[in-house]
């Protein structure tokens, strides 16, 4: 295998979780074809049982052992799993394998970020005061500059084969969700989506459809006047900056195949606007996305799945396609830039 670009930083995820045997799949996979990837872990947790495991010093050693081991970068603090049961004795761990992740790939020692799924209900058990993934990485990354200010993320992303979607609000209750709702947040998404399809996805003039919050978008304000006041006002303010965008488009028509052919993205007005349709059509091979860091992030499009983790049933559908667009949007930018 002939390296290019750098490899991509794989974090470790919840040690009680399917983390490591999906990762181990995700190897056996992808060891002669690449892209080439390390884990950072604990490699005295490690069996190379399922899979030959080589500690590595630095993020270029991975190229040299990963047709014959998986290379393990040492987290630097022991862990202690137990498969089924996430522990906050372990999260310390946990965040240093993210933050040791970011600096790599801020550094350029790591073309991407790839994380497994963390149980976030025991970090936060152990302090940390992050709602996830997204917002930590973040903060890891504030101080580093983007493509430019004012396309600064985090903006998540659902990307599958068929369809890529966007919320607008993330983790939020739906009453919460919709209250805070503003033309200004749809205008920032939307631009942020725009560049990173640009940027990251070689598409040179990205189209994104609009989803509308109410049922039909509002019907004319019969079922609600956001549509009209707060979307609308959204989709002309990103047509002003040069945007190919089109809605408020109704929810309920947008996401079949001749629809879903007419544009590259549908940004959505909330959690599961955007990731019914995107899980739907892709339950176990879509990515998580991160667009408007100075960083790429992808990550597994599912949980830590504690009630099967050890017992050989975890597909990596999912984490490959991670890897595989993770490696794909590095080379992307590398191109762009």
Known sequence: MKPSLAPLALTMGEPGGVGLEITRSAWRTLRSTGPVFYLIDDPDRISSASAPVETISSPSDAHK????????????????????????????????????????????????????????????????RFPGHTEFLAHLTEKASTASSSLRGPVMMLAGPEL??????????????????T????VRVGRVVADALARDFSIERPR???????????EAGALGQEDAAIVAPAVVSLKSHGIDA?????????????????????ICMYHDQALIPAKTLAFHDAVNVTLGLPIIRTSPDHGTALDIAGKGVARADSLLAALRLAAKMAAARASAQ
């Open 65 to 128: 052992v990963f047709t014959k081991s998986l290379p393990v970068l040492p987290v630097g603090t022991k862990v202690h799993a137990e498969l089924g049961v996430a522990s906050p004795q372990n999260a310390a761990a946990v965040i240093s394998a993210i933050e040791t992740a970011v600096a790599h790939a801020l550094s350029g020692e790591a073309s991407a970020v790839v994380t497994n799924p963390i149980q976030k209900s025991a970090l936060l058990a152990a302090g940390f």
């Open 164 to 181: 890529k979607t966007v919320p607008v609000t993330i983790h939020r209750p739906l009453a919460a969700a919709i209250s805070e709702l």
């Open 183 to 186: 033309a200004s947040e749809i």
């Open 208 to 218: 994104l459809a609009i989803s509308g919050l109410n049922p039909h978008a509002g």
């Open 246 to 266: 089109v809605g408020p488009l109704p929810a309920d028509t947008l996401f079949h195949a001749e629809a879903r052919s007419t544009y590259d993205t549908a």
